[in-house]
T-cell receptor, first 113, second 112 residues
Framework: SQTIHQWPATLVQPVGSPLSLECTVEGTSNPNLYWYRQAAGRGLQLLFYSIGIDQISSEVPQNLSASRPQDRQFILSSKKLLLSDSGFYLC????????????FGSGTRLTVV | GDSVTQMEGPVTLSEEAFLTINCTYTATGYPSLFWYVQYPGEGLQLLLKATKADDKGSNKGFEATYRKETTSFHLEKGSVQVSDSAVYFCALSRNYGQNFVFGPGTRLSVLP
């Protein structure tokens, strides 16, 4: 069966520090991968999606970047965090083709102080 | 562009009450429709889905029917439990599972 792992679960970082959040998927090949952010009390905002290795699409210009160095690994990064980067970050995967829905990771709660 | 609208929350109900969370969408063509649930401190879980008009998705006592004529996908449950307290997201996908569009979410609190 397919599983998705996201870590860390919580993170407190100072303003100006770098960020690296990792997401890996097991049990499937060539998944579509996504990073979402959920700000406090708000809905989901799609940040990046990827349909293959080194193929990244950015939905919202911002302080963040994403990379997909391997088929089932998706990394969210920042060189210098801002206070506004605080939020709940969710990784998700879906099959490439067919309306099967997304499977989400358990999320990372990032607090920038 | 595509969009999903949900009823404003929070919704507060007593245990065993009937639940309806309204969801309407705007999209060209025939999107697939989904309900996701987010329990406190967790990621989102797929609750149910429907891929064509008049389909009914169901899971854990929740139901939603894809109504093309009213562009709606309202979530219902006949008798809610305290454990149903969560945030519920309506979503659509127009492109075979890529690039979902999520509604803003509706927070449900069920009191004992």
């Amino acid at each position: 069966s397919q599983t998705i792992h996201q870590w860390p679960a919580t993170l407190v970082q100072p303003v100006g520090s770098p960020l690296s959040l990792e997401c890996t998927v097991e049990g499937t090949s060539n998944p579509n991968l996504y990073w979402y952010r959920q700000a406090a009390g708000r809905g989901l905002q799609l940040l990046f999606y990827s349909i293959g290795i080194d193929q990244i699409s950015s939905e919202v210009p911002q302080n963040l970047s994403a990379s997909r160095p391997q088929d089932r690994q998706f990394i969210l990064s920042s060189k210098k965090l801002l206070l506004s980067d605080s939020g709940f970050y969710l990784c998700a995967w879906s099959l490439s083709g067919g309306n099967y829905g997304y499977t989400f990771g358990s999320g990372t709660r990032l607090t920038v102080v | 562009g595509d969009s999903v609208t949900q009823m404003e929350g929070p919704v507060t109900l007593s245990e065993e009450a009937f639940l309806t969370i309204n969801c309407t969408y705007t999209a060209t063509g025939y999107p697939s429709l989904f309900w996701y649930v987010q329990y406190p401190g967790e990621g989102l879980q797929l609750l149910l889905k429907a891929t064509k008009a008049d389909d009914k998705g169901s899971n854990k006592g929740f139901e939603a029917t894809y109504r093309k004529e009213t562009t709606s996908f309202h979530l219902e449950k006949g008798s809610v439990q305290v454990s149903d307290s969560a945030v519920y997201f309506c979503a659509l996908s127009r492109n075979y599972g890529q690039n979902f569009v999520f509604g803003p979410g509706t927070r449900l609190s069920v009191l004992p």
